[in-house]
C-alpha cells in the first residue's frame, strides 16, 4: 500500500499547504477569493478525518506521521503570520492533540477488537473440541443465531442460516422443547 500512503500524505500536505499559501503575494488572486476562508476554515476539518481514516484503516503510524505533517506546515505559518494573535498557533496546537487523541482512541479500540476476536476464536475452538455450542435467539427481530459448534453437532451446514425457532423442535426432546417455549 505503499502508493495509497503517499496519496493519504501528500492530500494532508495539500490541505495543510492552504495556510502557506497566504504567506506569499503570489498567490493574492486565490487567498483573496471570496471562498478561500470558508476552505481554510474546513482545512482541519477535512485534514483531521483523513488523518484520523488513515489511522483507522492503515495504522496508527501513518495517522501520527499524518498529524505529523499537518502540524509541521501550519506551526510556520501560524508563527509567521500571527506573531502578535495567538489564536491561529492555539488552533494548530489543539488540532494537533484532538489528533494525537484521536489516534489514541482508534488504537485503544483496534486493541480491543483484536482481543475479542482472539476471544471469539478460543470460544469457537473450545466448542468444538468439547462438542458443545450455544444458541441465541433474538425474540423481537425472529432472527435466530447458531454457533460453528452447534452447527456441527447438528449435522448443520455451516454456508446455511440455521432454523428459525418455530423449527427447532428436532433437535430437542419433547420435555425439553415444551420448556422451551414456555
Same mark, same amino acid.
Given at each position: ?13 495539500? /490541505? ?5 499559501? +497566504?504567506?506569499?503575494?503570489? @498567490? ?42 499537518? @502540524? ?9 503570520? /500571527?506573531? +502578535?494573535?495567538?489564536? +491561529?498557533?492555539?488552533?494548530? /496546537? ?18 480491543? +477488537? ?69
Amino acid at each position: 500500500h505503499p502508493l495509497v500512503v503517499l496519496l493519504i500524505l501528500l492530500i494532508v500536505a495539500i /490541505f495543510s499547504t492552504s495556510d502557506i499559501m +497566504e504567506m506569499f503575494p503570489v @498567490f493574492n488572486p486565490i487567498t483573496s477569493h471570496p471562498i478561500f476562508p470558508y476552505a481554510h476554515d474546513l482545512q482541519n476539518i477535512i485534514a483531521l478525518s483523513l488523518i484520523f481514516w488513515s489511522a483507522y484503516r492503515y495504522s496508527n503510524n501513518l495517522g501520527i506521521v499524518a498529524l505529523t505533517i499537518y @502540524f509541521a506546515l501550519h506551526v510556520p505559518y501560524a508563527a509567521v503570520e /500571527f506573531t +502578535e494573535k495567538i489564536e +491561529e498557533l492555539s488552533r494548530v /496546537f489543539v488540532t494537533t492533540v484532538f489528533g494525537l487523541v484521536g489516534i489514541w482512541i482508534i488504537a485503544q479500540r483496534r486493541q480491543a +477488537e483484536e482481543h475479542l476476536a482472539l476471544t471469539n476464536k478460543d470460544l469457537e475452538t473450545a466448542q468444538e473440541l468439547t462438542r458443545i455450542g450455544n444458541w441465541k435467539w433474538d425474540v423481537a427481530r425472529g432472527q435466530v443465531t447458531w454457533s460453528k459448534g452447534l452447527r456441527l453437532i447438528n449435522g448443520w451446514d455451516l454456508q446455511k442460516p440455521p432454523p428459525p425457532f418455530a423449527e427447532m423442535s428436532p433437535f430437542y426432546t419433547p420435555d425439553s422443547w415444551k420448556k422451551l417455549n414456555e
